[in-house]
């Protein structure tokens, strides 16, 4: 029901069903923040360092921001500012792209999985799914005008990059550059624009509380003016504060189970404040539904043996969305 989105109701008290139980609250004094998430320029000419900085990144935090990565500012900045107008449309305009059922490929929802949770998260998204375009875009948002037209144009470049991202990871690993690709199939892409409006009492909830993402690899938008992402590393929640201009990439957990866990689908959470709306725009590339999944067979060997069984991604996405967000790794239920 739409009128369980936040963005269309000003709220003075936080409601009841988004109170966390006190041990499992953010804890926001308790966060590490002016840490450095490591930083790769994709500009540079010196390949054989992208490539292992990349891998370090993989290896020892999962997470790393991307420079000179192609994308142009204007687009970025059309991007957050039709995902702001989007949120701000009339109630009765969102109410028209409203669903809670998380199979639905274009939905405007909130927290996470409403039918499932027992307490909600600070959140509303709008889902959409985004590859081949030309199937999906005609159903996306005709309003705002230009939605259609600079998503479109976003969700192609984003493409690009995580291509030219999963030949740097494969490198990485050893692998030929095309491993990845080729290996995830006729590839997915999601995208889920983030919205996430001030809230009365951040320390009691979460925008969405820590996760791993289900798919191969997160591609990040974050607002620049407003923190809310935070990383766990060494056992402690470290806030993200992108460089100007990077885009954040997280390893997803297709790419750990595929590096048979050389690398990290690692937890992450949104944060919320009392001040000020925050929107970040995650693109999420998908393996092919069908195409079966597990170790690369060149790092399986006596000395690492496979960390975790084959499995086809539509066994693992129905797993993932059967269950609460902040369960235990999805991908412990794959272990061999
Ligand atoms: O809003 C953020 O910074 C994180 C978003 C996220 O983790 C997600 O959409 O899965």
């Avoid at 290896?59 to 790393?64: P, V």
């Avoid at 889902?127 to 030309?134: D, F, V």
């Avoid at 997915?188 to 009365?200: G, I, K, S, T």
């Avoid at 393996?287 to 975790?308: I, S």
Wanted: aromatic letters at 10%; a negative charge.
């Amino acid at each position: 029901m739409a009128e369980h989105l936040l963005s269309t109701a000003v709220h003075d008290t936080l409601p009841g069903n988004y109170i966390r139980p006190e041990p499992q609250r953010p804890r926001l004094a308790e966060v590490v923040t002016g840490a450095r998430i490591p930083v790769v320029d994709l500009g540079s000419p010196d390949r054989a360092a992208v490539v292992a900085a990349i891998g370090d990144a993989c290896r020892s935090h999962g997470f790393f921001q991307v420079l000179n990565h192609g994308i142009h500012a204007d687009l970025i900045a059309s991007v957050m500012a039709v995902g702001r107008d989007f949120f701000r449309l009339p109630p009765e305009e969102k109410a028209k792209l409203y669903s809670d059922d998380p199979t639905r490929k274009i939905r405007l929802s909130t927290s996470f999985n409403v039918r499932k949770e027992t307490v909600h998260n600070w959140r509303d998204y709008l889902r959409l799914h985004c590859h081949p375009l030309h199937e999906f875009v005609p159903d996306w948002p005709s309003n705002p005008p230009d939605f259609k037209d600079t998503m479109s144009t976003y969700c192609k470049e984003v493409r690009e990059l995580g291509f030219r991202l999963y030949a740097a990871i494969s490198e990485s690993l050893g692998l030929e550059a095309s491993y990845m690709k080729e290996t995830l199939g006729q590839q997915e892409q999601h995208m889920a624009v983030n919205f996430y409006p001030p809230c009365p009492e951040p320390e009691l909830t979460y925008g969405l509380p820590a996760h791993t993402d289900p798919n191969a690899l997160t591609i990040l938008l974050m607002d620049q003016d407003v923190a809310g992402l935070q990383v766990l590393h060494g056992g402690k929640w470290v806030a993200v504060n992108p460089q100007p201009g990077a885009l954040i990439i997280n390893i997803g957990d297709q790419l750990q189970a595929l590096s048979n866990g050389q690398y990290r689908s690692v937890w992450h959470r949104a944060v919320v404040n009392s001040d000020r709306e925050r929107m970040s725009v995650a693109s999420f590339l998908c393996p092919c539904n069908h195409v079966v999944l597990g170790p690369a067979q060149k790092l399986v060997t006596e000395d690492t043996p496979a960390v975790y069984r084959n499995y086809t991604y539509d066994e693992y996405y129905k797993k993932f969305w059967s269950r609460n967000l902040d369960q235990e790794h999805c991908l412990e239920l794959f272990r061999t």
